[in-house]
């Protein structure tokens, strides 16, 4: 299972930007996809998740600015960020949980992309 994330770029304090994610490959089931954030020096942070039938998580840091969504025909989830914050520059990584045809469990990670906010 491949993931292709896009969508992230520079943009002032209080802009917005929308990430897109590409599942491809083959599966038997995509269970929860997500993203996730690192900045320079820090450790993975946990951004949301949302599961096939729509269950959604948020990290406490974007609830209220950030959205997450899935299209599940397109195999493709979203997020949309508004009024960003500096704190919010890093780089953002989908990620995929699921079962594979063979019904091994993977969680997958795409390559990510940068997401800068600028005061």
């Known amino acids: 299972v491949q993931l292709q994330a896009s969508g992230g770029g520079l943009v002032q304090a209080g802009g917005s930007l929308r990430l897109s994610c590409a599942a491809s490959?083959?599966?038997?089931?995509?269970?929860?996809m997500g993203w996730y954030r690192q900045a320079p020096g820090n450790e993975r942070e946990f951004v949301a998740t949302?599961?096939?039938?729509?269950?959604?998580n948020y990290g406490d840091s974007v609830k209220g600015r950030f959205t997450i969504s899935r299209d599940n025909v397109k195999n493709e989830v979203y997020l949309q960020m508004n009024n960003l914050e500096p704190e919010d520059t890093a780089v953002y990584h989908c990620?995929?949980?699921?079962?594979?045809?063979?019904?091994?469990?993977?969680?997958?990670w795409g390559q990510g992309t940068q997401v800068t906010v600028s005061s």
């Open positions: 990620n995929a949980v699921g079962l594979l045809a063979t019904m091994t469990p993977f969680r997958n």
């Open positions: 490959g083959s599966w038997f089931v995509i269970n929860d």
């Open positions: 949302i599961s096939q039938g729509g269950g959604i």
